[in-house]
């Protein structure tokens, strides 16, 4: 900090500016421990939040006592912390207002009705993961292990692939052309040996991107044949939500159309 920083602090005449670059950043430093804390499977220490985060423990303590005030974040056993009773009364309320969650889980249940692998919707989270934002298990006596809520490569799996042929960088490469070009992605084994999937392409307001539409299951249901029949059944699936969400599906085979 400048002196001169320091000084207008310290006097109570700090600008706006000051105030407004501060705030920010004690609001990402925040989000940052939120989100370390979202993403363990054992609640961490002080210690295990600063190497996450790369924040100083001061900073954190500083943060986190705000953070319990508000219900967010809560200690267990004096030395560690999870996420507290606020964040589930966010995800209650996100669960009740989101107007997606309207649109794309009767989209799931009938893709299901009709007899396909297990349904669900992906959108782009970080830079190299992708989140499972709904899911709907099918009917089928044994499932592969994804659920709503999880965290994935986005370059591991059909869903991935889709959100990286169509995202905003258009990944290059002939495999990522073909995607764009039919709309359709397959992925055999690539995340989990034992699983497999076929995803393609959701839109809103035009041609933007809103995340991947995939069916997944065991490998051994995922033949020639079986791709065959769930094919045109996912991507009528992707275009009914696209005409709901008011996007513009491309014409298969062409990716180059206006």
């Not at 363990?40 to 790369?54: E, K, N, Q, W, Y």
Request: charged share 25%; proline share 5%; net charge negative.
């Amino acid at each position: 900090m400048t002196e001169q920083a320091s000084h207008s602090r310290e006097s109570g005449t700090e600008s706006a500016a000051d105030r407004s670059s501060r705030g920010v950043a004690a609001v990402d430093r925040a989000l940052a421990i939120l989100s370390a804390l979202e993403a363990a499977t054992i609640p961490p220490t002080l210690s295990d939040l600063s190497r996450t985060t790369g924040l100083y423990k001061s900073t954190i303590l500083r943060l986190l006592e705000s953070l319990q005030d508000g219900g967010y974040v809560m200690r267990i056993d004096e030395t560690k912390y999870a996420l507290g009773p606020a964040v589930m009364q966010l995800g209650l309320a996100y669960e009740r207002a989101n107007p997606l969650r309207h649109q794309v889980m009767p989209i799931l249940e009938r893709l299901v009705a009709q007899g396909t692998e297990s349904p669900s919707f992906h959108i782009r989270q970080t830079h190299e993961e992708r989140l499972c934002l709904f899911r709907v298990d099918s009917n089928h006596s044994t499932l592969d292990r994804v659920h709503a809520g999880d965290r994935m490569p986005v370059r591991r799996g059909a869903a991935g692939k889709v959100l990286l042929a169509f995202g905003p960088d258009e990944e290059p490469g002939r495999e990522m052309d073909e995607i764009r070009r039919d709309c359709f992605a397959i992925s055999l084994g690539e995340r989990d040996k034992l699983c497999a999937g076929v995803a393609a392409p959701v839109f809103s307001g035009g041609k933007r991107l809103l995340g991947a539409l995939s069916l997944s299951g065991p490998r051994e249901r995922f033949t020639e044949a079986d791709i065959a029949w769930m094919r045109p059944r996912l991507i009528a699936a992707a275009q009914d939500l696209t005409r709901a969400m008011s996007g513009r599906y491309p014409s298969i085979g062409d990716s180059d159309e206006d």
